[in-house]
Structures are given as structure tokens and as C-alpha cells.
């Protein structure tokens, strides 16, 4: 007998084959072409046991997650549930984005999803599973297979988590020692599923800058009687094995469709071999039945997306976003200027978070604020020292690594994951970074109103929640640094700055410069 998982993992509410920025309806990636994809092998191989899982993050990522989310009416919210109920997952995890849009929303969507969620380490005071089974048991043809679901535990720094009632993490060894024993005991088989990566290769080489967040290569060294492992969260193309045990990480956005197939002997239920591989949506056709299910909400969104809202006097707009971190571009100003007039400080701190949209364009609409702000962050007012200033420009100066003289992006934040959201540029101050400098002394000019900034001067800066909680390794930012926030998105935040300027005018003071001088 052949026993098949097929999974996705990160597909971040990607349901349609666009990224939303540009016109083209045909990007390789997407839950309608990974739902083509599982079908077209289940019809190629009918003899095989097939079970389906999601990784988790699915809730958050795109602008129809965002508009489902925060401005859908009942029957679109229906759609976006009925289209990721309509692959017919089976099992499903949690993951961290999933707590973006509050506990109620992430409860009413479990609520209304055919799949078994399990997760073992969410847990609440008491130290039991919070939101779901830790684990459940699967009985494919007398051959029982159990899933235990995992969560990656820097889960606590996204967002306001940490403000949420009775929610608590336990790291991920201790929950499969927990529940390992008794699985092993019930189960001819063990899958984790596990929103979360790995921190070292197969050599054993150190290969995440950001320590405790992923933990897959300590589960699998540590505990023994894993028979595989799906995981995600660093969107990374995995098909492999570790430790003798099959593991699979099939991207973001439903690029990939992660596959691990197990031989079992019909005489005592044992698995005589494994595989894994990876299968590209890339040259699937959107599966015809979710476009139908999604038709109307698909309409609503571009209507939404497309709405004017201001015009630009000058340009908001840029063609490399690679040049766009290293000179200020008008655009990352504009965004500046309106987080430190909602937080009431002059000094602000922002990202350039992906590489796919290029600024705003006149007239600013819906699709602008989206495509540029994925994340639903939310702003938060910190009190800081020079000190902290100086050693968080530090940090961000190590996004950068010079290269026969040339300044280019450190190949730390591109793997194992693309980490653009971790660089970021900051106004209200001028400075210069010479990344020819040794890490830890590449700040070579930091000025507040003209004058050298000192370490112990007290300084206030606008910040989203997740950096000014220590998130993307930034541990000079602390929680109790914080002295006011705002509930609002971002998102929310710019389209409220607009509606009150209808016209706004672009400006650049070009107030920080990457160098590499000897």
C-alpha cells in the first residue's frame, strides 16, 4: 500500500493566480491552480491513499485576505472559507499570521473549516491546548496515522499576541515530548506538521539569523520516532530528508504543492520506503471550481482596490526597489510622514517590504496601500535612548554586505528566507552607514535636528508593533519601551491620511546615504 500526503503551507489567502499588483490574472502560484494540481495527481494515481494538509498562514498575506478580513460582507467571507474548504484538506496547523486579525476572527474561520486543526504548543494557563486538538489519529486502510501540529514559538512576537487572554506558548520540544509517547503508542506513524522551519542545514550549519524561530532540525535530532515532517514559514523549496526522515517546505503562495510519499507492508503496517518531492502549480490551470466560488468576492475586491482616493503633485513612484533602500525615495518619506503625524513623534522607522510594488501611483487607490503594505501591522510610539537608535541602525545596516567595492544585499536576508521587511529606513534623522565597516561600527554620521545624537539622550520614534516588540532581531526595542499605540493597521492609518489630503505633494530630504568607502 501507498500512503501520500500532499500539502501546502503559507499560502497567505492567495486564492486566485495574481499578486494584484499588475493585470496579469496567470502568476504560477495560487490555491486554484494548487487545487488543480492535487486533483490531476489523484486522477493519476487512484490506487494510492492521498490525505491533504495545510501548514498554516492562510489567513493573512494578500489584499483579498486583508479585505475578507477587515471590509467583507458575510457572503464574501463565506467564498474566501468555501474556496480553501472546496480543496478538501483534511488536516491543518496554525500558524503565526493566522492571529492577525484577532482570536474571534481566526475562531469564527475554524469554526467554518472542514479540516482538523491540531496544535500542540498554543496552550492556555493551565498548559492545555488552547485552540485546538494537539493531535489526531488517522486510520488510512487499518494503517493509523497520527499528525501532532506545532507552531513556531516567535508566534509571540507578531502583532499584539502577547495582549491576548490566556494565550500562551510552549516551546516545540516540549510538546512533542509531551505528546510523542502516547502517539507513538496509538499510531503506526507520526507526521509533524509544523508551522515552522529549520534552523541548520543538513550538515549542521547554522543557517537562521533569527535564533528560536524555527526549530526543525532540533525537533528531528531530538526526538526520536518522526516518521515525517511538513513545514513552512520561511517559504522556502524543500523536498528532502533529515535525519533519516522525510521533510518537505513547499513555498508561499501555493507555488508548490510539498508531497511525501510512504511504501507500507501490508503484512505489519511498516514503512519500507519514503519519498519527497516537491510538485509545481506553475502549469496547472486554475481550478474552475474555486474561480466559481470566489467570482463575485474577486469583483467586490478590484472595485474596492481600485476606488481613487488622492493625487500625487510630483511622483510617489520608483523603479528598483533595490536602489529605493540604499537613497530615500519620495515614497518611503510620504509613509514616514504619516506615522509620525498619527504617533505625535519626528523620528519614524518603516520597510520596504517586498520587491513587487514600486511606490504609489497618481491617482493613489486601494491596490497602492495594499500591495505596498502587506502585513496588518499597527504602530506604536517608543521612548528610546541614542544608545538603542544607534545600535538599531546597526541591525539594519547589516542588510547590506559589499562586494568588489559595491554595495549589495547581505545573502543572510535572501536565505534562507527573504527577510526584506527586516531593513529598515528611518526619518527625522540624518545618518550614513559605510557598510565597508566592520559590522557593529558602520554608523558613521547620526545627527537629531543638527546635532550628534548621544547615547543617552531620550529620543521618540513610531514603530510597528512587531519591531518595537525585539522582532526581525532587534533586541534594543523592548515592550516596556512602549508608551502609546494605535489599534489601526497601517493600511488603515494611510487611507485615513488621505482621506483628509485629497491631494498630496511627494518631497525627498534624502536624509540617509549607504556608502562603502575604504
Known amino acids: ?57 492562510f489567513l493573512q498575506g494578500s489584499p483579498m485576505a486583508d479585505y475578507v478580513a477587515k471590509r467583507a460582507g458575510q457572503a464574501d467571507k463565506d467564498a474566501f472559507i468555501a474556496a480553501y474548504n472546496d480543496v478538501g484538506y483534511q488536516i491543518g496547523s496554525i500558524g503565526n499570521h493566522e492571529f492577525d486579525y484577532g482570536l474571534d476572527y481566526l475562531n469564527w474561520i475554524m469554526k467554518h473549516s472542514d479540516r482538523q486543526f491540531v496544535c500542540a504548543n498554543i496552550v492556555d494557563h493551565n498548559n492545555q491546548p488552547l485552540l485546538s486538538h494537539p493531535y489526531t489519529i488517522l486510520n488510512v486502510a487499518g494503517f493509523k496515522i497520527g499528525f501532532l501540529g506545532l507552531t513556531t514559538t516567535s508566534t509571540k512576537k507578531w502583532k499584539n499576541v ?34 515552522g522551519g529549520f534552523e541548520r542545514d543538513h550538515t549542521g550549519n547554522w543557517n537562521d539569523i ?21 513545514s513552512g514559514h520561511q517559504h522556502r523549496k524543500i523536498a528532502s530528508e533529515l535525519f533519516n526522515v522525510p521533510i518537505i517546505q513547499p513555498g508561499s503562495r501555493g507555488e508548490y504543492v510539498g508531497k511525501i510519499s510512504f511504501d507500507i507492508s501490508n503484512k505489519d503496517h511498516r514503512i519500507t520506503h519514503a519519498t519527497s518531492e516537491l510538485l509545481s502549480v506553475g502549469d496547472s490551470d486554475p481550478d474552475p471550481q474555486i474561480a466559481k466560488v470566489v467570482t463575485a468576492l474577486s469583483k467586490n475586491l478590484q472595485k474596492w482596490l481600485d476606488k481613487p482616493l488622492s493625487r500625487i503633485e510630483g511622483s510617489l513612484t520608483f523603479d528598483d526597489p533595490f536602489q529605493a533602500r540604499i537613497k530615500e525615495s519620495a515614497f518611503i518619506e510620504f509613509i514616514q510622514k504619516i506615522q509620525m503625524e498619527k504617533m505625535g513623534t519626528d523620528i519614524s522607522a518603516t520597510a520596504l517590504y517586498n520587491n513587487e510594488a514600486h511606490g504609489f501611483e497618481s491617482p493613489i487607490t486601494m491596490r497602492n496601500i ?35 567595492g559595491q554595495v549589495v544585499v547581505n545573502e543572510h536576508f535572501m536565505f534562507p528566507k527573504e527577510r526584506f521587511y527586516n531593513y529598515d529606513m528611518y526619518e527625522g534623522i540624518d545618518y550614513t552607514l559605510n557598510i565597508a ?34 522582532g526581525g532581531h532587534y533586541p534594543m526595542y523592548t515592550g516596556d519601551k512602549i508608551v502609546a499605540s494605535c489599534d489601526m493597521t497601517i493600511s488603515q492609518i494611510i487611507l485615513e491620511y488621505l482621506s483628509k489630503h485629497r491631494v498630496v505633494k511627494a518631497t525627498n530630504n534624502h536624509n540617509f546615504k549607504i556608502e562603502a568607502k575604504k
Open 437 to 470: 565597516k566592520p559590522v557593529g561600527q558602520r554608523v558613521t554620521r547620526l545627527k537629531y535636528k543638527g546635532e550628534d545624537v548621544t547615547d543617552d539622550q531620550i529620543l521618540y520614534i513610531t514603530l510597528n508593533r512587531y519591531r518595537a516588540n525585539g
Open 210 to 230: 533569527n535564533p528560536g524561530e524555527n526549530r526543525g532540525y532540533d525537533i528531528l535530532k531530538t526526538i526520536r520516532g518522526i516518521d515525517g515532517m511538513i
Open 162 to 195: 502577547n495582549d491576548m487572554n490566556d494565550f500562551n506558548l510552549i516551546p516545540e520540544l516540549d510538546a512533542c515530548n509531551r505528546y510523542m509517547p502516547e502517539l507513538r503508542e496509538k499510531t503506526d506513524a507520526v507526521i509533524v506538521v509544523y508551522h
Open 370 to 404: 495594499i500591495t505596498n503594505y502587506v502585513y496588518p501591522n499597527t504602530l506604536v510610539k517608543s521612548r528610546i535612548t541614542g544608545a538603542d537608535l544607534r545600535a538599531a541602525l546597526e541591525v539594519t545596516a547589516e542588510y547590506f554586505d559589499v562586494k568588489h
Open 1 to 57: 500500500m501507498k500512503v501520500t500526503l500532499l500539502a501546502t503551507s503559507d499560502t497567505h489567502g492567495f486564492i486566485e493566480p495574481t499578486n494584484y499588483v499588475d493585470s496579469n490574472g496567470d502568476k504560477p502560484f495560487g490555491l486554484e491552480k494548487a487545487s488543480s494540481t492535487i486533483k490531476r495527481y489523484m486522477n493519476q494515481h487512484p490506487d494510492e491513499k492521498i490525505i491533504l494538509i495545510d501548514n498554516g498562514d
